[in-house]
C-alpha cells in the first residue's frame, strides 16, 4: 500500500526535510497511520525516527516557520508542538524492558523494529517512511494491515509479556475494542483474564482515562462487558460489579440491574455525547444492592436508593480520580432526582412541575433524557406508553416554565431588602421569610412576581410581628 498521495502535505514534506538534513530516517507511526487505513478523523500525528527526536522537532519546527513553540522532555527524549489544528510528537526510536512490579521501563536508543515492537497492539505498529529511498512505504512487521480488515486487536508479541510489562494495555485493548467495534484474538483476551489482577499497579488515573474513552463510544455496553467478564472491572469498580445478579425468593425475580444500567446507558449513547450524563447512567441505580429488601407484599424494593446513590457519588469520583468539581455534583443531582419525573407521568400537577424545575434547573433536559434512556422494557407497549406520559410531562414542563420562570428561579425579594425593610440583622427569620416566598411560588398560591412577593412577604411579617421600617415598605 502506497501513502505517497497522503504524505502531500506540508507537515510531511516538513519532516522528510529535516530528517534528510539530519541524516536520520524518520516515519510517521502507530495511532495516525491505523486511522489512515480506517477512515478515521486524527489530529495526532506521531513521528519516529533512529537518532534524536527533540533534534528532530526543532528542525522540522524551524522548516515550518511561524514562530512554533516546541516543548521538549529530556528525559524522555520526546518533543512537541501544535500545527495549525494538529498535536505533532516526535521521539526517537527506542527499546524498552521492565522489572515485574513496576510499569516506568528502562528505556534505550533503539532500532525502527525495536520501537514497533515495544507498541501494544498490531494495529499500532505499523510506520509510513518519510524516506527519500522510500517515501510513502507503509512498514508492517506483525501484519497490522490484516488485523486491520479483519477487525482483530491482537498483541504483537506473546499477549502474556505484554501485558505484563504493561497492565494498562489490558484496558487499551478493550476501549480500542470499543471505539472501533473490534473483536479482542482469543489469545489476547486469554491473557487479559488471566493477568487481570495486575491492574492494580497502574495508577487509577492512567485507567480512568482508558475508561472514559470506553464510555465515550458509540456503544460503551461493550466495552464494559468485555471488562466484567475479563476481570477487569471489580479490580476498579467494584460498586458496578455489585449490581450484577438476580436474586429469587419462590417465583419473584428482580432485574439484572448490571444489565440494566448497560441499557439505559447505551439509549443514552444513542442521543448524547455529553460524558457526564452518561457516568449519571452508570451511577443512577448504583445503590440498589444496599437498598434491595424484599416484602410478601410488594416484592423486590429499593426504597431511597437515589438519594443512597447520590450520597455514595462523590466517594466513587474521589476513589476513581473523576474531577471533584461542577462536574460531579451535577452527575449527583442527576442520580438524587432521576425517579421524580416518574410519578408526574401519573398526575401531573403544575406545583410538582415547579418543583422539578427549581431542583433541575439547568439540568432539566439532561434529567428528562436520563429518565427516558431509564425505560428498558421488553415490553414494546409498556415502553411506548412511559416515553408517551413523559411527553405529556415535558409538554407541562414547557408551559409552567413559560408562565412562572423556574427553571433558573432567583427569589424575587433579597435577604438584604428584607433586613432593609424590617431593621432585622442577618438571621435565621431572614431565611425564614425567603424560604416562605419561595414555597408560596413553587406551591402557586402567589407567582413568580416582585409585587405578590413583598405583599405576602408583608403578611408574613406581620404575622411575626415585624413592623416595616418606613411607612412606604
Same mark, same amino acid.
Given at each position: 500500500?502506497?501513502?505517497?498521495s497522503?504524505?502531500?502535505?506540508e507537515?510531511f514534506?516538513a519532516?522528510a526535510?529535516? /530528517?534528510e ?7 510517521v507511526v502507530?495511532?495516525?497511520?491505523r %486511522?489512515?487505513v480506517?477512515?478515521r478523523p ?7 525516527c533512529v537518532?534524536?527526536g527533540?533534534a528532530?522537532? !526543532? ?5 515550518l516557520?511561524?514562530g ?9 527524549g ?7 489544528d +494538529?498535536?505533532?510528537?516526535?521521539v ?6 521492565y522489572?515485574?512490579d513496576s ?5 534505550e536508543?533503539?532500532t525502527?523494529? %525495536?520501537?514497533?515492537k ?9 510506520a ?5 529511498q522510500?517515501?510513502g512505504?507503509l512498514i508492517d512487521?506483525? %501484519?497490522?494491515?490484516?488485523?486491520l480488515?479483519? $477487525?482483530?486487536?491482537?498483541t504483537p ?5 505484554? #501485558? ?12 480500542f475494542?470499543?471505539q472501533?467495534n473490534? %473483536?479482542i484474538?482469543p489469545?489476547t483476551?486469554?491473557?487479559i483474564v488471566?493477568?487481570?489482577?495486575r ?6 488515573e492512567?485507567i480512568?482515562d482508558?475508561?472514559?474513552k470506553?464510555?465515550a463510544?458509540k ?5 464494559f462487558k ?6 477487569l472491572l !471489580?479490580?476498579?469498580?467494584?460498586e ?16 439484572d440491574?448490571?444489565?440494566h444500567?448497560?441499557q ?5 449513547a !444513542? ?5 457526564w +450524563?452518561r457516568?449519571a ?6 445503590? $440498589?444492592?444496599a ?8 416484592g423486590?424494593?429499593?426504597?431511597g436508593?437515589e438519594d443512597?446513590?447520590?450520597?455514595m457519588?462523590?466517594?466513587?469520583f474521589r476513589?476513581?480520580?473523576l ?5 460531579m455534583?451535577?452527575?449527583q ?8 419525573p416518574?410519578p ?9 412541575i415547579?418543583?422539578l424545575?427549581?431542583?433541575?434547573g ?5 434529567l428528562?433524557?436520563?429518565?427516558r434512556?431509564d425505560v428498558t422494557s ?5 415502553v411506548?406508553r412511559f +416515553?408517551?406520559? #413523559?411527553?405529556l ?13 423556574i427553571?433558573?428561579?432567583?427569589p ?6 428584607i433586613?432593609?425593610m424590617f ?11 425567603k ?6 411560588i ?10 405578590? /412577593?413583598?405583599?405576602? +412577604?408583608?403578611?408574613?411579617?406581620e404575622?411575626?410581628g415585624?413592623?416595616p421600617?418606613?411607612a412606604?415598605a
Amino acid at each position: 500500500m502506497d501513502f505517497t498521495s497522503y504524505l502531500d502535505r506540508e507537515i510531511f514534506r516538513a519532516v522528510a526535510q529535516a /530528517a534528510e538534513a539530519s541524516g536520520v530516517d524518520a516515519y510517521v507511526v502507530g495511532g495516525h497511520v491505523r %486511522d489512515i487505513v480506517l477512515g478515521r478523523p486524527s489530529k495526532d500525528i506521531d513521528f519516529v525516527c533512529v537518532g534524536s527526536g527533540i533534534a528532530l522537532a !526543532k528542525k522540522t519546527a524551524a522548516i515550518l516557520g511561524s514562530g512554533i513553540k516546541v516543548n521538549f522532555f529530556s528525559n524522555f527524549g520526546t518533543a512537541q508542538f501544535r500545527y495549525e489544528d +494538529l498535536d505533532i510528537e516526535f521521539v526517537g526510536a527506542r527499546k524498552e524492558s521492565y522489572s515485574r512490579d513496576s510499569r516506568k521501563p528502562v528505556v534505550e536508543d533503539g532500532t525502527l523494529e %525495536d520501537d514497533l515492537k515495544r507498541r501494544d497492539f498490531t494495529i499500532n505498529c505499523m510506520a509510513i517512511s518519510l524516506n527519500r529511498q522510500n517515501y510513502g512505504a507503509l512498514i508492517d512487521p506483525y %501484519d497490522g494491515m490484516t488485523d486491520l480488515k479483519k $477487525k482483530i486487536i491482537r498483541t504483537p508479541q506473546d499477549p502474556a509479556v505484554t #501485558f505484563s510489562d504493561d497492565p494498562l494495555r489490558m484496558m487499551r485493548a478493550i476501549r480500542f475494542a470499543a471505539q472501533l467495534n473490534f %473483536d479482542i484474538e482469543p489469545d489476547t483476551y486469554a491473557a487479559i483474564v488471566q493477568q487481570a489482577s495486575r491492574l492494580k499497579i497502574v495508577s487509577q488515573e492512567r485507567i480512568t482515562d482508558e475508561l472514559n474513552k470506553i464510555i465515550a463510544s458509540k456503544v460503551p455496553s461493550y466495552g464494559f462487558k468485555l471488562l466484567f467478564h475479563s476481570g477487569l472491572l !471489580k479490580q476498579f469498580f467494584p460498586e458496578l460489579v455489585a449490581l450484577h445478579g438476580v436474586e429469587y425468593v419462590g417465583n419473584n425475580a428482580h432485574k439484572d440491574n448490571f444489565f440494566h444500567t448497560l441499557q439505559v446507558l447505551d439509549n443514552v449513547a !444513542k442521543v448524547s455525547d455529553d460524558l457526564w +450524563l452518561r457516568w449519571a447512567a452508570i451511577l443512577h441505580d448504583i445503590a $440498589k444492592p444496599a437498598t434491595k429488601r424484599y416484602d410478601k407484599d410488594h416484592g423486590w424494593t429499593f426504597h431511597g436508593h437515589e438519594d443512597k446513590g447520590a450520597r455514595m457519588v462523590p466517594g466513587i469520583f474521589r476513589r476513581l480520580k473523576l474531577p471533584l468539581n461542577e462536574n460531579m455534583t451535577r452527575v449527583q443531582k442527576l442520580v438524587r432526582l432521576h425517579l421524580r419525573p416518574i410519578p408526574l407521568a401519573k398526575e401531573v400537577t403544575d406545583s410538582a412541575i415547579r418543583r422539578l424545575l427549581f431542583d433541575a434547573g439547568d439540568d432539566i433536559d439532561a434529567l428528562m433524557t436520563l429518565c427516558r434512556a431509564d425505560v428498558t422494557s421488553k415490553n414494546p407497549e409498556k415502553v411506548n406508553r412511559f +416515553l408517551r406520559n #413523559f411527553d405529556l410531562v415535558e409538554q407541562k414542563m414547557a408551559e409552567v416554565e413559560q408562565k412562572d420562570h423556574i427553571r433558573n428561579f432567583q427569589p424575587p425579594v433579597s435577604g438584604d431588602e428584607i433586613m432593609a425593610m424590617f431593621g432585622i440583622p442577618p438571621s435565621r427569620i431572614v431565611g425564614e421569610l425567603k424560604e416562605e416566598i419561595k414555597e408560596a411560588i413553587l406551591d402557586g398560591r402567589i407567582a413568580n412576581d416582585r409585587e405578590q /412577593a413583598l405583599g405576602l +412577604l408583608r403578611e408574613i411579617a406581620e404575622a411575626r410581628g415585624l413592623k416595616p421600617q418606613n411607612a412606604g415598605a
